[in-house]
């Protein structure tokens, strides 16, 4: 294994490339970022243990990274070790900053007895005033809830303090990171940083026995991150509350007067509608039951059907449709340009993501294959061609930047045209049996979340 003693070190080649990395992850690869109590991260220089909750592969060490540290420092991340089993990834995972804690599931037995020293050595980072971001879940969730915190996160802690007497003071900083959508390019992203803690309480406890005091820790932990996180932590009905929250997160900004298009009210919202539902669920269980045994038989239908809820009781006006149609229409050469000038890049990320199983890690494969060095290399290329025919750089940097801006068209034409055809759909069936259940599931449900809501 490679070593990581002076991991902690500066790097100034580390913090150029995270310069180029920063500009493409906060205003290309996402469309808005948010950061939200920034005041509570605690000054450079003071022990902290950043922990968050973990949905989006490498997309949500990237949010942590791009979005929180305006002070020059270079965190240590700690990540699963499997991913470190080939000796030129652990390299460039090395360079990253990044450390590996094994899991049993992981490798072999000595892989997991070396967590010991790697666990010793971000103390040490520790206790030197550095930073350590971890993920407590040990493993990324598939959609917004949260799962057991494993022992890791709390053994270096305890590390640390012991190392320096207990007298450190680590700070420990609960997050909670946020997207608009997972898996799209251009969506929008969030970090919620909440109130940095400390666990001296858990001291006494530790010396006596550290199981129970990781465990303390661990709680503590886990329900300051909690607190942050919309949490559908009702595994049977995920599907049904989720879509619920996406149904009714419009309509309840509206009626507070908030702007709908700001991911930080959505997220307000959905946790709001998130609680409601299980505050109903504990008050009332089988009307509960009812709300989601409808649900079931909804998104059922909307399957069916091929439809999205936003446009079931939709008015769907022919002259809004016409004007779409043309604008569409309008727009298409932009649309052409952008595709044929980027669908070498567009088929190349796409065969490097379509072969990767766990679909919360696509978006991670699209950052890294396509925007960070697909398209790059393309546009590098095609800037050679086009000055090498024209023998005009100005030329050539101007067919560059009109590649590269007709890309985004590319995207969001493509987001309209599926749009479009939902809208087209919904007029062909509305007349159907199966859309007239859908507009009467859809009025009683949303009846029913705007008394608990309203």
């Not at 180029?20 to 939200?36: E, K, P």
């Not at 922990?51 to 592969?57: F, R, T, V």
């Not at 005033?129 to 494993?150: C, D, L, N, R």
Request: net charge positive; hydrophobic share 45%; aromatic share 14%.
């Amino acid at each position: 294994m490679i070593s990581f003693d002076d991991i902690d070190k500066y790097d100034w080649l580390y913090d150029c490339f995270m310069l180029y990395l920063c500009i493409v992850h906060n205003h290309i690869y996402y469309r808005n970022f948010y950061i939200l109590n920034q005041e509570n991260i605690p000054p450079k220089g003071e022990a902290t243990i950043v922990i968050a909750n973990h949905q989006n592969g490498l997309m949500d060490a990237m949010s942590i990274l791009h979005t929180m540290f305006k002070d020059g420092r270079q965190p240590v991340f700690i990540a699963r070790g499997d991913i470190f089993k080939k000796d030129r990834v652990a390299k460039i995972l090395r360079f990253l900053k990044i450390m590996p804690t094994f899991r049993t599931r992981d490798g072999n037995v000595n892989d997991v007895r070396s967590n010991v020293g790697l666990f010793n050595r971000a103390a040490k980072v520790l206790k030197k005033g550095g930073t350590i971001v971890i993920f407590p879940e040990a493993a990324h969730q598939h959609g917004h809830y949260m799962s057991t915190f494993k022992k890791g996160f709390a053994r270096i802690a305890f590390a640390a303090e012991e190392m320096a007497d207990y007298q450190l003071g680590v700070q420990v900083l609960p997050l909670n990171i946020h997207y608009s959508n997972y898996f799209t390019f251009q969506s929008d992203l969030m970090v919620t940083v909440g109130k940095p803690f400390t666990f001296e309480e858990f001291f006494d406890q530790y010396k006596e026995n550290h199981d129970k005091a990781y465990h303390s820790l661990l709680d503590k932990a886990r329900a300051r991150v909690k607190e942050l996180t919309p949490d559908i932590d009702i595994p049977e009905y995920y599907n049904e509350i989720e879509a619920l929250t996406q149904m009714m997160s419009e309509p309840l900004m509206r009626k507070r007067h908030l702007k709908a298009n700001y991911l930080p009210n959505q997220k307000d919202a959905a946790m709001t509608i998130i609680a409601n539902i299980k505050q109903y669920k504990e008050n009332n269980p089988e009307a509960f039951e009812s709300l989601m045994h409808q649900m079931r038989d909804y998104l059922s239908l909307l399957q069916k059907t091929n439809l999205n809820h936003w446009v079931i009781n939709r008015k769907l006006h022919v002259p809004a449709l016409v004007i779409r149609i043309l604008s569409l229409i309008m727009t298409l050469p932009l649309f052409l340009f952008g595709l044929a000038n980027n669908i070498v890049p567009r088929i190349i990320t796409k065969h490097f993501t379509d072969k990767v199983k766990d679909p919360m890690l696509h978006s991670s494969f699209q950052y890294v294959i396509g925007t960070l060095l697909a398209f790059p290399i393309w546009y590098l290329l095609l800037f050679t061609i086009a000055w090498i025919v024209s023998k005009h750089f100005w030329v050539a940097l101007i067919y560059i930047v009109l590649t590269f801006g007709t890309a985004f068209i590319v995207h969001y034409y493509r987001m309209q045209v599926k749009k479009l055809f939902t809208i087209v759909r919904a007029r062909y069936i509305r007349y159907s049996d199966e859309y007239k259940q859908l507009s009467i599931l859809n009025k009683d449900i949303v009846s029913t979340m705007e008394e608990l809501l309203f």
